[in-house]
């Protein structure tokens, strides 16, 4: 049983930084990706942040480039995002999900958002102005 557990969200003022986590257990595949979407009120689902198991290469949405980071520690199975320069508009509920298993051939990657097919329960993010 494939489990995601997120940690880490909470409320910081607009310029801030958080670091979400996200605890992965109940797999043997050593071929996946990993990834946080988040989904704010009103608002479908969006993927944030990828990133693959075997290479650590990574994807990001564009509004998020250059201020988040995703990383991987696999001795721990746990993924991370780490956010800066923060903005209201990143407010939202964050997940953890993991495409599992993923062989990233014929063009495949881990932005493939809709080829997600865990997920975790979520950690709200509020970004204050």
């Known amino acids: 049983q494939v489990q995601l557990v997120e940690s880490g969200g909470g409320s910081v003022q607009a310029g801030g930084s958080l670091r979400l986590s996200c605890a992965a257990s109940g797999y043997t595949s050593t071929n996946y990706c990993l990834a946080w979407f988040r989904q704010a009120p009103g608002k479908e689902r969006e993927g944030v942040a990828g990133?693959?198991?075997?290479?650590?290469?990574?994807r990001y949405a564009d509004s998020v480039k250059g201020r988040f980071t995703i990383s991987q520690d696999n001795a721990k199975n746990t993924l991370y995002l780490q956010m800066n320069s923060l903005k209201p508009e990143d407010t939202a509920m964050y997940y953890c999900a993991a495409f599992l298993p993923a062989y990233l051939y014929f063009g495949t990657t881990c932005g493939d958002w809709n080829r997600y097919n865990y997920w975790g329960q979520g950690t709200q993010v509020t970004i204050s102005s």
């Open positions: 990133i693959y198991s075997r290479s650590g290469s990574t």
